[in-house]
Nanobody, 114 residues
Framework: VQLVESGGGLVQPGGSLRLSCAAS????????MTWYRQAPGKEREAVVG????????NYADSVKGRFTISRDNVKNMVFLQMNSLKPDDTAVYYC????????WGQGTQVTVSS
């Protein structure tokens, strides 16, 4: 079972990034997926979750209207489109799922700075 994030980087305030999470080793389409983030010195927080079919999403208030989650159950991937990025969005971003135990990816760094 493996989750691998990619797409992080350095972006200026107001910019955009698209994160990807590739899943393997489990029946991806049977499970909801969640993006989390952890900023330096802060606890890990849930950013957005998506149901197994993709028809239900749940966003943290801090990212509503700026971030969009989606998934591709053929390619076993989940995405996070991040627009209008702010310095407060700087964090390591993780994808995760609960298959009876919580599985985490290794994370991808997002830095929003001018």
């Amino acid at each position: 079972v493996q989750l691998v994030e990619s797409g992080g980087g350095l972006v200026q305030p107001g910019g955009s990034l698209r994160l990807s999470c590739a899943a393997s080793g489990f029946a991806f389409s049977n499970y909801g997926m969640t993006w989390y983030r952890q900023a330096p010195g802060k606890e890990r927080e849930a950013v957005v979750g998506i149901s197994r079919s993709g028809d239900i999403t749940n966003y943290a208030d801090s990212v509503k209207g700026r971030f969009t989650i989606s998934r591709d159950n053929v390619k076993n991937m989940v995405f996070l489109q991040m627009n209008s990025l702010k310095p407060d969005d700087t964090a390591v971003y993780y994808c995760a799922t609960n298959i009876g135990r919580v599985v985490w990816g290794q994370g991808t760094q997002v830095t929003v700075s001018s």
